[in-house]
């Protein structure tokens, strides 16, 4: 009687508008056709009745826990969904003595374990066994990329499935579905609708969530793009600084300088300072950028960016931003090199191949009477006393060849320094001969 009580109330109970709106078969899914349709991965199992283990990665709100449910009605498995977040080791123990016992009756189980990736390595391997014999199939759910965030092991036995954020076109699919559950338009005008979709960054609960408040709000006035500002809280960027999405964003900055694109490095920029990011940071890789990207190309893209750095140090925030932001576009239209960058690995790998090979003589220092009857310092030519100021010596270890570490663009400032070591090239080789 209890039970039969508890199931009347708790069907008279509200229900959130996105919880109403679940789809009820894979083909109501929205934004994930590349793994839903007949030609996707999920779409081949499906068609077949087979499910392999496999972990779903993707943003919040792309639908990850409703297909995973969705799949387990489709292929008859008994669904146990379980957060990683408040479970343990014992509560696996048990799913898993649970799977066994329905295995033995001919039923299988589908494992949702949404944030997958909140599990130790020791947790993530007491899945092996149980996935490897099939007492279940594993479907994880994360948001952070799992090659980062599980075993190997584990991800040996699972196929990885890319969730993408919802498109607009997906998000107002969503509205349109919102206004038929409820029997009434959103009160926004076209371009607070689609202030809307954006302020949803992707994220399908999100929107519904944000639908069901401004449903209740009464059909006139409309609200306009400001408005609707002011009726519903602004949401924060999806950024998460200690993640993936902090180093996803820096890389599109850094790769948007190196390719002479300022806007998008603008934009970039303006994500991450949106989401949270220290400035300090920013600064510290445009200071970077600017020796690895730019190098001798524009000598004075270092001091630019040094100066940049300086200028937020002394003015914070918000007007600190500013000088970062003329540093971006400095560096962003600067003329490119690479060559100092690439010298410096060259160098490195010829001193690990070669060891501890000595300076050649006539450049070591003879402080003492033993050093100079063994020869140190014999020969050695002044450079400032030679002609053009160009001695000619060879200043390499004796029985190491020659090498050219630092070859330079012809770009920017680097054309007038290729000038300059053919020019020293051409006196080496005849100052050699003589």
């Known amino acids: 009687m209890k039970n039969e009580t508890s199931t009347l109330f708790q069907s008279q109970a509200p ?4 919880d109403r709106l679940r789809p009820k078969s894979l083909d109501q899914v929205v934004g994930q056709g590349h793994l839903l349709e007949s030609d996707g991965p999920i779409g081949r199992m499906t068609a077949s009745g087979q499910l392999a283990s496999f972990v779903m990665w993707g943003p919040p709100g792309s639908g990850k826990t409703t297909i995973a449910r969705l799949l387990a009605e489709r292929t008859d498995l008994h669904f146990e969904p379980l957060s990683a977040v408040f479970s343990g080791v014992a509560d696996l123990r048990k799913i898993f003595e649970a799977a066994r016992g329905r295995r033995g009756m001919g039923q299988g189980t589908l494992l949702f374990i ?3 990736h909140r599990f130790n390595r020791a947790q993530q391997d007491s899945f092996l066994p149980y996935v490897e014999d099939g007492t279940v199939i594993l479907v994880g759910a994360t948001t952070e990329n799992p090659s980062f965030e599980l075993n190997a092991a584990l991800l040996s036995r699972c196929q990885v499935l890319v969730l993408n954020r919802l498109d607009d076109e997906s998000l107002e699919k969503l509205l349109t579905r919102a206004e038929a559950e409820e029997g009434k338009s959103l009160p926004l005008d076209t371009d607070a609708r689609a202030a809307l979709r954006a302020m949803a960054d992707g994220d399908g609960r999100y929107i519904f ?7 209740r709000l009464p059909a006139e006035p409309v609200l306009d793009t400001a408005a609707l500002a002011a009726a519903v809280q602004k949401r924060m960027p999806l950024y998460d600084k200690s993640q993936e999405g902090h180093f996803n964003l820096i890389s599109a900055l850094h790769k948007s300088l190196r390719g002479s694109d300022a806007d998008a490095a603008l934009y970039w920029f303006a994500r991450m300072t949106a989401g949270g990011e220290d400035p300090r940071y920013i600064a ?9 990207d730019v190098g001798l190309a524009d000598p004075d893209a270092l001091p630019q960016s040094i100066a940049a750095w300086e200028a937020y140090e002394r003015l914070g925030s918000p007007e600190g931003e500013l000088a970062l932001v003329q540093c971006i576009v400095y560096l962003a239209s600067a003329p490119k090199s690479n060559a100092a960058y690439m010298a410096e690995g060259a160098a490195m790998k010829a001193a690990k191949e070669t060891g501890s090979l000595s300076p050649p003589k006539h450049i070591l220092n003879a402080p003492t009477k033993l050093m100079k009857d063994l020869g140190c310092g014999e020969g050695y030519v002044y450079d400032h006393n030679a002609e053009d100021g160009f001695s000619g010596r060879n200043y390499f270890p004796d029985g190491m060849a020659r090498r050219r570490f630092y070859t330079p663009k012809e770009r920017g400032f680097e054309r007038e320094i290729t000038k300059r070591l053919a020019y020293w090239d051409k006196l080496r080789k005849e100052r050699e001969g003589q």
């Open 15 to 18: 229900r959130p508008l996105a």
């Open 114 to 116: 949404d944030e997958i």
């Open 209 to 215: 969530n944000m639908a069901e408040e401004i449903l």
């Open 284 to 292: 510290r890789r445009l200071v970077r950028f600017a020796v690895e």
